[in-house]
């Protein structure tokens, strides 16, 4: 294993961590979340889906999930095969951990009948674990930098990230109020969505209050640290997608389609907030 290939092993295990959120998310908003009532097969006695579509929805799931597994197994374990550092190979382990504790993390579950906590818990791991990816392959795929990162280009970029988090959070309290239970059998709901839908406005205008922060500062900037000024230009125009989806879903109802694009866009704002923190807080190298 050469450690080119190392790198795109690790990336292509980002890319499924992404997925397995996109797709647990189509689980729970297609009310498939109790198709497949046992685990690890889909039904008793039989282990491949045999019912309606929300069992294959289900069961799709979880083929995503046994090939992440896969993916970042096989990243830690390689990653004592290749020239890697002590910190790329404990993001390794932490990827693989934080993959694996999904497992009987989902079949309680399961067996507890999509209790709200435990749903967020699987989500919010899953956030987790894909912060992990992001800040491994960065690490792997070293900028070309000449002068450290202001310490105040560093601070802002992990406010912007911490910042991400909170919109995450709040935004599954939101859906856990929302009108999709995870499944087609009743589901406990958490909270009233008439109070966490506010909350989740506020946190997401602190967010774009503190990108735009972090755009105006890296502006003058922008030829030294041209990832993270591309990474800032990205961010916003995701955020600005997101704040327009935001308002047009609530206006519709929540339909799940739409809710659905909203968690791959914020998903894809939490991975661009870990990779813009990363990229300044190792440019600052702690010194600068």
Request: net charge positive.
């Amino acid at each position: 294993m050469t450690f080119a290939r190392f790198r795109l092993l690790a990336t292509a295990a980002v890319v499924c961590l992404f997925a397995i959120v996109v797709t647990g998310a189509t689980v729970r908003l297609t009310a498939s979340g109790l198709g497949c009532e046992h685990w690890p097969g889909c039904q008793a006695g039989h282990a491949l889906p045999e019912t309606d579509y929300h069992s294959y929805v289900e069961f799709g799931n979880r083929i995503v999930s046994g090939l992440t597994l896969l993916f970042t197994l096989a990243v830690a374990g390689l990653a004592w095969a290749v020239p890697a550092t002590r910190l790329q190979r404990r993001l390794a382990l932490a990827v693989a951990a934080g993959t694996t504790a999904q497992i009987p993390l989902g079949a309680i579950t399961v067996y507890y009948d999509l209790n709200p906590w435990l749903v967020m818990s699987h989500f919010l791991v899953s956030i987790a674990t894909l912060a992990f990816g992001v800040v491994l392959v960065l690490d792997l795929w070293p900028e070309d930098r000449r002068a450290p990162v202001p310490r105040s280009l560093a601070r802002i970029g992990l406010a912007t990230a911490v910042a991400a988090a909170v919109v995450i959070v709040s935004g599954t309290f939101a859906t856990a109020a929302g009108p999709h239970p995870g499944s087609s059998k009743e589901v406990d709901r958490l909270g009233k969505l008439a109070t966490a839908v506010p909350i989740h406005g506020v946190a997401t205008g602190v967010f774009i209050a503190l990108l735009l922060a972090g755009l105006l500062a890296l502006w003058s900037y922008r030829a030294e640290e041209r990832r993270a000024f591309h990474t800032e230009l990205r961010l916003v125009a995701v955020v600005g997608a997101q704040a327009l989806l935001g308002l047009v879903q609530y206006h519709e109802h929540l339909p799940w389609g739409l809710v659905l694009l909203h968690v791959a866009l914020a998903t894809a704002l939490w991975t661009g907030s870990v990779a813009l923190a990363s990229t300044l807080i190792r440019g600052n190298r702690l010194t600068g």
